[in-house]
């Protein structure tokens, strides 16, 4: 099996990430996303919307989506455990990895690609958009500060993929200058322990 990779990009680091907590040797494949090879005939035919990463199967079975490709190593690698070990435990996870997702990962993907003209070549830009998505990104720090207060980690006491996921949000942020900043010290606490793994040279 191999995953169709772009080093340089937040969604398909999160899956190397997940991957190197587990110990889960793979090949990846590098994409030109600035090229656009990703979004080629061939790339089509293993995910039509054209998104990395991508893991292809020995058989020619492919899944799209880091988290759906995560579940899947979850499933078949249940330790070292990143999406739970009981229903209240999923159920909680699940909440604050698409919280997280959809309120910041997303947030942040919007205002880069709207605000950058980054892929203006296969899209068109609304950089008004790309602003108030910015704002939407930055405004989420809050409920993460909040949450780390209460929490060491985002959604268990220890480490899981919506931890995996902000890091790499995060990290990416810096593009569209959205910082965790001396106003945020749980972040930042949080930021330091997790940024420090081994995993997160992946």
Not at 12 to 19: G, S, Y
Not at 113 to 142: C, I, S, W
Request: proline share 5%.
């Amino acid at each position: 099996m191999k995953i169709y990779d772009t080093k340089t990009a937040p969604s398909p680091r999160r899956v190397r990430i997940f991957l190197a907590e587990k110990n889960i040797p793979m090949e990846y494949v590098q994409v030109d996303l600035q090229k656009g090879e990703n979004i080629s005939p061939k790339m089509r035919a293993k995910n039509p919307v054209g998104k990395i990463p991508v893991l292809e199967l020995d058989d020619g079975t492919c899944i799209s989506e880091g988290a759906s490709i995560c579940l899947y190593f979850e499933e078949l690698y249940p330790e070292i455990n990143l999406l739970g070990k009981d229903p209240l435990e999923k159920a909680t996870i699940d909440m604050w990895h698409r919280q997280v997702e959809l309120y910041f990962f997303g947030q942040v993907g919007m205002c880069f690609q709207h605000t950058t003209g980054y892929f203006k070549d296969r899209m068109t830009p609304v950089k008004e958009y790309g602003e108030v998505a910015g704002k939407n990104a930055a405004g989420f720090l809050n409920v993460l500060e909040k949450r780390l207060g209460e929490s060491e980690y985002i959604a268990a006491n220890r480490f899981t993929i919506a931890d995996i996921t902000a890091m790499c949000t995060v990290d990416f942020a810096r593009v569209v200058d959205i910082k965790i900043t001396d106003k945020y010290p749980n972040l930042q606490r949080w930021y330091a322990a997790v940024s420090s793994r081994a995993s997160a040279k992946a």
